[in-house]
């Protein structure tokens, strides 16, 4: 896929954050983006999977002879540990990062408010939240000294159109939505780019993870109904980020072709 004659020179050389590596929008992200830059690119490949990193870090390099791949194994959640392992185990020479990219988060189940476990409420806010803003306060005062950063935040339609039996998960991705358009107005006067991308419905391993590893139940909320791959937003993503310096696309809500809203999509009939 092309984004542009001057694409791959906007993003060649760049490092890259990458968090939720191992599967869905961040695994198609990091193939589209070393892709992008001709295989010019320096990319960190994080989420708790480690074989999965492994395996993708084989790919990338497959693919790609120039690409430089870190597989790390790093768990978001553990939110206040971010600054700390990052000190201690990202290897000095990875320490430069030009790009984050906030796009590990999750859901457990569809309860409603009264019957949620305090424990996947937690989860999820350490998770989407509190992990998200971790990783962000230690990465901005090194953008800010190095005088750039692009910053991509993942969030979802949940966040502007919360549904029932979604309140947490709604609420975690509304919080992703305010950090990062505070966070954009606060480097007005800077060349740190802040974008948020908002997918609608995408068919990944989200939808096991929220029905608890049962894949049939996760594949029935697709049923009748065309959802969006994760190669669709990793596009997107890659678009985004290899626009001219000037240029933010501060915000962008993808559907599939027959969704409106969170709970307006189209089912074809039986
Ligand atoms: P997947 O389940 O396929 O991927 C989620 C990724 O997040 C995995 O790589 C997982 O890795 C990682 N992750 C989860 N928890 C942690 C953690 N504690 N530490 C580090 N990494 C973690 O789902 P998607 O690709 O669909 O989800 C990516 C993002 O897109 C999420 O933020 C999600 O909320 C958002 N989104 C998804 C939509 C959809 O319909 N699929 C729609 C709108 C937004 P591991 O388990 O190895 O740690
Ligand atoms: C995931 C999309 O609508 O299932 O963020 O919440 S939705």
């Not at 029932?164 to 060349?191: M, Q, W």
């Amino acid at each position: 896929m092309s984004y542009g004659p001057k694409a791959a020179e906007r993003i060649a050389g760049k490092t890259v954050f990458l968090t939720g590596a191992s599967s869905g929008i961040g695994q198609a992200t990091a193939l589209e983006l070393t892709e992008a830059a001709g295989g010019d690119l320096r990319i960190i490949l994080a989420a708790r999977r480690a074989e999965r990193l492994e395996e993708l870090k084989k790919e990338i390099e497959k693919r790609h002879e120039r690409a430089e791949v870190l597989a790390f194994p790093f768990d978001v959640s553990k939110h206040r540990e971010v600054a700390k392992t990052l000190d201690d185990r990202l290897p000095k020479e990875w320490a430069n990062v030009d790009v984050l990219i906030n796009n590990a988060g999750l859901v457990y189940g569809s309860e409603r408010v009264g019957e949620y476990a305090q424990q996947d409420i937690d989860g999820i806010f350490e998770t989407n939240v509190l992990g998200l803003i971790s990783l962000t306060q230690y990465f901005m005062p090194k953008f800010r000294a190095q005088g750039h950063g692009d910053i991509v935040n993942i969030g979802s339609i949940a966040g502007l159109d919360p549904y029932p039996n979604g309140s947490i998960y709604c609420a975690s991705k509304a919080a992703v939505r305010s950090f990062t358009h505070s966070l954009r107005k606060e480097t007005l006067d800077t060349r740190i780019r802040v974008m948020e991308v908002q997918p609608g419905a995408v068919e990944t391993e989200f939808s096991i993870v929220r029905n608890r590893g049962d894949v049939d139940k996760a594949k029935a909320v697709y049923k009748g109904t065309e959802p969006l791959v994760a190669e669709d937003i990793a596009e997107i993503i890659t678009f985004n980020l290899t626009r001219r310096q000037n240029t933010v696309v501060a915000d962008t809500l993808v559907f599939p072709s027959h969704q409106a809203s969170a709970a307006h999509i189209y089912r074809k009939p039986e």
